[in-house]
């Protein structure tokens, strides 16, 4: 009796192919796999790059394979969708990607010279995919910017593609100027006691900041991320201190938790 070759470890992405292939029989396949389509899918997408990232920034390496696999299952599912539908497959997509990738290196796969600096290569990338969009068609400015990114994430690109044609603060400190009049703005909101205003100036300045964070160079998700887990871990301190008294903090009082924060901020300096 020939094996059946989806038992066949030792392959790669045929196995892998094979497998949605038959997930999504309609005869033979599994019943919440067939149900599915590209919305319902592209939620499950989203969370598992975000698991990639968040194996990477626990420098969780023994578990990265694995959500790296599972990225990856979300890529050959939209493949097989879109095999189904008849628009695209994933040999296609892998195609479609290979030859992008070459247009964009034409330091490596062309006779641009590759004697350039990091930040020259990221303006010329730029520069190319202005040209694809215009090839493309894409309309305004702004058009082709993702709807599904994240908010933080979106503002950003929203503000690097208008700074592309000179909608733009000169520098951080007019940025930081416009701080102050979206806070100014956001306390009276709060003050009238208006909801939807207080919403949106809250909103306002939220982008503010995602802008002066391009103006400094910083990634405002990553600084996130990582003011994230400073609390995460400072608090984390308050509670193990507490702990060590057989308390827990809602049987502490905010002045003594924010003693051993303060506690915790001070281990970390190393003061």
């Keep these: 009796m020939t094996r059946d070759p989806i038992y066949d470890v030792t392959d790669g992405i045929p196995r892998l192919l094979e497998l949605m292939r038959r997930l999504r029989d309609p005869e033979t396949g599994c019943p919440w796999d067939i149900e599915q389509d590209f919305r319902s899918i592209a939620p499950y997408s989203i969370e598992e790059a975000y698991e990639v990232a968040d194996a990477i920034e626990r420098e969780a390496w023994g578990e990265l394979e694995s959500e790296?696999?599972?990225?990856?299952?979300?890529?050959?599912?939209?493949?097989?969708?879109?095999?189904?539908?008849?628009?695209?497959?994933?040999n296609s997509i892998a195609r479609m990607v290979t030859s992008?990738?070459?247009?964009?290196?034409?330091?490596?796969?062309?006779?641009?010279s590759r004697e350039k600096s990091a930040e020259q290569q990221t303006r010329d990338w730029e520069t190319v995919k202005a040209a694809e969009r215009a090839r493309r068609d894409a309309?305004?400015?702004?058009?082709?910017?993702?709807?599904?990114l994240p908010a933080l994430m979106r503002a950003v690109k929203l503000q690097k593609r208008a700074a592309r044609v000179g909608f733009?603060?000169?520098?951080?400190?007019a940025v930081l100027d416009k701080i102050t009049e979206e806070t100014a703005e956001l306390v009276e909101a709060?003050?009238?006691?208006?909801?939807?205003?207080?919403?949106?100036?809250?909103?306002?300045?939220?982008?503010?900041?995602?802008?002066?964070?391009?103006?400094?160079?910083?990634d405002p998700e990553t600084a996130l991320r990582d003011a994230n887990a400073k609390f995460t871990r400072r608090f984390r301190s308050v509670e193990n201190a507490l702990a060590t008294e057989g308390r827990r903090p809602e049987q502490a009082t905010l002045e003594e938790m924010d003693a051993l924060w303060n506690d915790a901020k001070r281990a970390e300096r190393g003061a």
């Design 100 to 112: 992008k990738m070459i247009d964009r290196h034409p330091h490596i796969f062309g006779d641009e």
């Design 190 to 218: 709060r003050d009238k006691g208006d909801k939807a205003h207080l919403h949106e100036e809250f909103g306002d300045l939220m982008f503010v900041m995602a802008n002066l964070a391009r103006h400094l160079d910083i």
């Design 139 to 148: 309309g305004g400015v702004l058009d082709d910017v993702a709807l599904g």
């Design 68 to 90: 790296l696999g599972d990225l990856l299952l979300q890529v050959v599912y939209h493949g097989q969708m879109g095999a189904e539908a008849g628009h695209f497959d994933f």
């Design 168 to 173: 733009d603060w000169p520098d951080a400190g």
